[in-house]
């Protein structure tokens, strides 16, 4: 896959102006993230993966095939930074969120492995408020055993199929289990007719 790294905007005013369509990847700081983008890149390290969260400050697109941009938002709900940093990763959000022309979707990412947050509601009910199509991908699912992903993908379909998700899929970055289903709704968002 042609994939490439093409622009950090830290300014929503700097948002590429090429009219492709773009998707978005959204999620708690340390969900997995940057891994779960370059999983479905097939490249190791395009996102900036780190063992410190909160790392992503800026929004990421990377250009896919020339024919779609994966846009990777900072991640939210991280303790450790600023309250003057969250609140302008915040406003950063909502200015691509509000803004963006050619947003076509969302993936919110959660970690199968604890119960839905608020935090993760909130983007869900922020996302279905501004009518953009989102679902849920819910990583880590390598960790759990068959028992415990059933009854996390159960609890999380209950909660986010209820705010307006088209979807739960569950994900591993380790196992790239649901890698393919992830590529079929993204290019469905981005090929349907603005």
Do not use: C
């Amino acid at each position: 896959m042609n994939a490439r790294f093409q622009k950090a905007v830290g300014n929503p005013k700097e948002l590429p102006k090429d009219g492709l369509p773009e998707v978005a990847f959204a999620g708690r700081s340390n969900v997995g993230k940057s891994s779960l983008i370059n999983t479905l890149l097939g490249q190791k390290r395009l996102a900036q993966t780190s063992s410190t969260p909160g790392k992503t400050r800026t929004i990421n697109f990377y250009r896919v095939e020339d024919e779609l941009y994966l846009v990777d938002l900072p991640g939210y709900g991280f303790a450790k930074v600023s309250e003057k940093m969250r609140r302008q990763w915040r406003q950063l959000i909502e200015a691509y969120f509000e803004n963006s022309e050619h947003l076509r979707g969302a993936v919110v990412i959660v970690d199968a492995r604890h119960d839905p947050t608020e935090l993760d509601m909130q983007m869900a009910r922020w996302l279905a408020d501004l009518d953009i199509p989102f679902l849920i991908a819910a990583t880590k699912t390598d960790k759990l055993s068959s028992s415990a992903l059933q009854r996390s993908l159960k609890k999380h379909r209950e909660t986010f199929l209820a705010l307006g998700a088209v979807d739960v899929l569950p994900f591993s970055a380790v196992k790239k289990t649901g890698k393919r289903e992830l590529w079929r709704q993204i290019w469905k968002w981005a090929k349907a007719p603005e």
